[in-house]
């Protein structure tokens, strides 16, 4: 086994008193965490871009965002040539209106199932709670018994 220090555990007696870095304790990069950019800054980051002749990195520096991220949001507008691509949807759902035949019956069968499932749940629960009940029961006559 390689070890950086005479004894086993010395590099957390330097690392604690200051004298190590976290970098070289846990060798991996530090990670950057990007500010948060709203749509409109996605548009007028994109649209610069495609402006200057793809100069992402350009474009990282002045408006303090990584190359990838600018990198890819120029790619999802090329892609579709629509801004609402840039559109960050997730954890919302899609619209309680389907748009089409097909999609209002699929969706009114994955509520049929729902439903159906649901039913199944609260079954099991009462046979299991009836269940529960009558093992305390001493005879099967006692008037507490529940009836199925």
Known sequence: MYTFYSRPNQWIVRYNSGQLSVAYATRKRAR???RKVTFEEKRQITQWTIDHEYNYQAAAEKFNVSYQRV???VRKYQRTHD?????????RHKGK???NEVERLRQEV???KAKAKERE???AFAKKLVEIHNREVERPDDIKRFRK
């Open 97 to 99: 209106t389907p748009t």
């Open 71 to 73: 990198y890819s949001w």
């Open 83 to 91: 801004w609402e691509s840039l559109q960050d949807n997730r954890g």
């Open 121 to 123: 749940v609260q079954i």
């Open 32 to 34: 950057k965490v990007g």
């Open 110 to 112: 994955r509520q049929l």
